[in-house]
């Protein structure tokens, strides 16, 4: 790594594990909302914690979504093992479930 600008070290790492970026989403019932996805994606996942918020691991990507403190609004966040495709396919399908 040495000797490669910051910018590719940064291009290679987000190409390894593309994101969606935190993506904001007002709802009407957040606690609600966590509870129905643990219950959805949870009995699936390789692993599920609530340090911050609801976090959900799956072999090949995983998503945390979490309460603002200051607003009626969860946070979603979804990352991929390098398949860009993958990560935008779980972020619809994630957004689906938030906005119904």
Known sequence: K?????????????????ASGEINNTVADAPALLEELEAHYGPDALNVDHTDGLSVDFAQWRFNVRMSNTEPLV?????SRGDTELM?????????????
Request: hydrophobic content about 40%; aromatic content about 2%.
């Open 2 to 18: 040495a000797g490669k600008p910051l910018s590719q070290l940064v291009d290679e790492r987000m190409r390894a594990f593309p």
């Open 75 to 79: 946070r979603l966040n979804v990352e």
């Open 88 to 100: 935008q396919e779980k972020t619809q399908e994630l957004l689906a479930i938030i906005k119904d």
